[in-house]
């Protein structure tokens, strides 16, 4: 066994230089718990997106529903209504008359009419929402004029 010397000059031997010194193993341990409460961190921002993203869509998929179904058998006019999907989403629906090139002519056989849905959900003090629009068509009968004056005036 070959002795060496320490830095102080105290004979030391050399099968007791292969490990490691404890501030070592400190300093290692604090480094991998660093890194372990950020990738901790990063991981639960991951969940928290995840359910955000999965409260948009289902969102959407409530928007969705509702604008497909709205005014199915009935007269398209203008105005808002509310009303719950569930225990959790709201929604707000505004109906408006449409058109981008000003006023419609009194006789028009079709008006255009914006729907503008706001869904919304979460607690009082976090509400979160979602914004949908979309245009819908109507007859006249919609529009206020009896079905036979229109086919007359055809």
């Known amino acids: 066994m070959k ?27 604090m480094l991998l718990a660093i890194a372990f409460t950020a ?16 409260d948009h869509s289902e969102a959407a998929m409530w928007a969705r529903s509702r604008l497909d179904s709205a005014f199915v058998g009935q007269v398209l006019r203008p105005g808002n209504s509310s009303g719950q999907f569930n225990a959790k989403y709201h929604w707000q629906l505004a109906v408006t008359p449409w058109n981008e090139a000003g006023n419609v002519p009194p006789n028009a056989p079709l008006q255009l009419y914006q729907l503008d849905l706001d869904v919304s959900w979460g607690p009082p003090g976090h509400v979160r ?13 919609a529009a206020g004029i009896a079905p036979d004056a229109a086919q007359a005036s055809r």
Not at 8 to 29: H, K, M
Not at 39 to 54: D, E
Not at 129 to 141: E, I, K, N, Q, Y
């Open 3 to 29: 002795v060496g010397h320490s830095p102080r000059g105290f004979p030391v031997s050399r099968a007791t230089q292969g490990g490691f010194s404890l501030l070592e193993v400190i300093a290692a341990i």
């Open 39 to 54: 990738l901790m961190k990063v991981a639960g921002g991951a969940i928290s997106l995840t359910r955000n993203a999965a």
């Open 129 to 141: 929402s979602a914004h949908f629009r979309t245009l819908r068509v109507a007859g006249p009968v």
